[in-house]
Structures are given as C-alpha cells and as structure tokens.
C-alpha cells in the first residue's frame, strides 16, 4: 500500500501488485482484517460493512497524478460538498498518508510520487480502491470501467451507495404522478433518445422493480420504434415545475403498440441543479410528418442556440450488470451549446461526480442528444460521435464549465408537434437552474 486515507464511512487506497486479481484479493482481505479490528476494538462481532467496494487499474501517469490527488485531499473533498468550510486549509488530512509526508507540501509530493509509480504503471497494475461497507465479498460496485476512468479524469468520485437496483416507493409514486418521460434506448448499436407523454399514471410501478408506460408508441421515432423486449432502456422522470428527477434504467420485458414495460436494474436520483422551473399543460396533439435532415439546418441550429435544456442518451457495456443505458438532463443559460456548423459544444458543470453519461462516452463515444422546444412541443433529435476535452483553454470561455465534450451531429430527425404538451417558463425566483 502506498497511501491511503480514512473516513467516516469509507477508506481509500492506492496499492501495488503483480497484477489486478492479486490486488482484488489483497484489498478483501484488507476489509477483513479492518472489520475484525474494529469488532475487536468494539467488543462485538459480525458484519462491519454494509455496502460495496471497487478497485479500478491505474493504467497511466496521469490516472496515477489524478487519483493520488483524491486520496490524499478525499477529507478536504468532502467538507466541500458538505458546505463546509476547512480550518486545515494547507495541512494534510491527519488520517491520511499524507499526514507523514514531510513538509507538507502535498503537490511536490504527488509529482514525485507519480514519476515513482510510472515503473509500477508500465510494469504492474496501480489500483485505487474505496472500501465502504461490504468488503467481506467482491461484489462490483455501481460503476462501469468507463464510468471509474471517468471519474479519475475528473479527479475522483463519490461513493455511489445511490444507486440502487430497485426503486424506493417515493420514486415510485413520483414516476406515477408525472405526465411525461425521457426515454433512451438503442437504434442500430446508437443511443436514441425520445420523450413519451400522457394523463398522470401512464407510468405505474406495480412493484420496486417494474415500471410500465402506458403510451402509444410512433413507429417513425427510431427511439420508439428500438422499444422491443430483450433491449436496455432508460428512464428519466423530471418533474420541471419541481425541479425534482430520478432515473431508472433496465431491460424491457414486454413492448407493443400501446407501451412497454421496464426491468429497472438501477434507480436513483438527481439534484435539482440546472433545471429551468416551468409549468407544464395539455394541448391538442398535432403532429407534422417526421423529417429526417442530412445535417443540422437553420432552424435546427436556432432551436440549439435558444435552448436551456437538452436530454442526452448514452450507452455502454450494456451485457454487464453496471452498464446499460442511460438518460440525463443538461441544463444552462440559452445559448450554452455552442453551435458551429455540424459540430456541438457543451460545458460540463459540476455535479454529482457519478459520470454515468461521461463515462458512458469513454466507453462508447457516441451520443443521442434531444431537444424539446417547450412552446410548440417540437422534437429535434439528434446523433453523433462525441469527443471529451478534459484539459483545453476553450474551458474558460464557458462560465463555471469544468471540462467539454463535443458532437459531430451526422443523424437529424425533427417530430413537429410531436408533443401533446406545452410549458411556459417561470421567472427566476431562486429556484431555476444555477
């Protein structure tokens, strides 16, 4: 073990071996000796952890640079997102490693450290793993590889004790009361992404595990028409004039004419970080033929630079049991996707580090991007291959953006009127996106 730091509820480690599967098995009974300590410690015996723990191969520098950086600043990382403010600001985490790095200085060791570990990098595996209740089994965690590459990337990410494999009766009823979903699934290898609406309980959930749509389904919406038993598929309920969002993702189990039904495999919810508040009605449906363009045209460039919400579809590694597909909502001032010719720029903000979209991407680089135009209930429906620009000067041209990633749109579909619904945008009282 070559550092590690201590949490309330979770430890982390950045360890050497000869190879991943001897770290696996070195990190379990690195659990098991730590609940037989605090048993011991405790006067008790028994089960410590409740949860899950995953190891993920640092294959280069960079990876090495980034994770010694969260597990040697994990205390100062969580304080942020609790809110509060450290006074240790330039000391080093006390139950950590760090605390035994002489001087301090933090930075000039995590450079040493990495130019250290690079042999380790090229000759063995580097794992960091987080050990957060469970580790008297090697179950996987929620994440996918291209999630966890994701989130070193990044920096580091959180623990993911939210996500679930079944929903808790508060998504349920949520689910229930809404009178649209964003949909995801797969067209031809690609994600696709739709939205499905309805009178309030066109959604059931009969069970934690099931949900079943009650729409008809439109054969000329490749998304819809993907909509067929054996596939994954996504869910996002968002409730615009709440501000509240949960997603639910699984195989469909049965589909025809008039909806499908949903396996939900993981659940878990939002912040409502970036959500326009509006109020939403039922109108008349008055749908247009669908047009499928060659390329992005002029009102389908002025539709992207006015929006201030889209919903992108991702997909990876869907045979396993942390992938699948999956639907999100991206929010911002009108006009945050910059649009030049085909290409699509768009910031990334901060959130809430589970990378579940950007990590999808480093899996499988491709994306489906929806747009609702709110006042006419037109659909664009958009496809491309995505780039992800973790570390560029452009960065700072988009405020509080953390990073970029970008869409070479190749595939347009518009739905006019596609929608029997309307939404009128509230004034900012405090609530709307930020």
Known sequence: MTHFSVQSNHV??????????????????????????INRVGGRSGRVFDDRFFARALRTPREVANALNYVLRNDQIHEARMGFISDRTGEPDPFSSAADIAAHDLAAHNRMATRETESAVRDHSCVTSRTGASIDAAEEGPFHPGELEAQLLAGGGPPGAGIRDWMTDQHRAFFEALPYVVVATLDGGWPAATMLAGSPGFVSAP????????????????????????????????????????????IITAAGDHGFTLDVRQSFGNCPQYIHVREVKAVPARVAPP??????????????????????????????????????????????????????????????RYFNTLGNF???????????????????????????????????????????????????????????????????????AR
């Open 12 to 37: 982390h480690a950045l360890v050497e071996g000869d190879d991943v599967q001897s770290l696996s098995r070195g990190m379990q009974g690195l659990g098991v000796s730590i609940a037989k300590r």
């Open 291 to 352: 047009e499928t363009l060659p390329q992005l045209d002029g009102d389908a460039r002025a539709q992207i630079q006015a929006a201030d919400t889209f919903f992108v579809a991702s997909a990876a590694r869907t045979a396993e049991s942390n992938g699948g597909v999956d639907i999100s909502h991206r929010g911002g001032p009108p006009g945050f996707v910059r649009v030049d010719g085909s290409t699509l720029t768009i910031p990334d903000y901060r959130g809430n």
């Open 207 to 250: 069970d934690p595990h099931t949900l079943r749509i009650a729409a008809g389904l439109d054969a000329s919406d490749p998304a819809q028409r993907a909509l067929t038993p054996g596939t994954p598929a996504g869910l996002l309920g968002i409730d615009l004039s709440t501000k509240r969002r949960n997603r639910a993702n699984g």
């Open 362 to 432: 480093v899996s499988n680089p491709r994306a489906a991007l929806l747009v609702v135009d709110f006042a006419t209930g037109d659909l664009l429906h958009l496809q491309g291959a995505v780039e992800i620009l973790w570390d560029t000067s452009e960065v700072r041209t988009f405020l509080a953006a953390q990073r970029l990633w970008r869409v070479r749109v190749d595939r347009v579909l518009r739905r006019r009127g596609a929608l029997p619904l309307r939404w009128r945008l509230l004034p900012y009282d405090g609530r709307s």
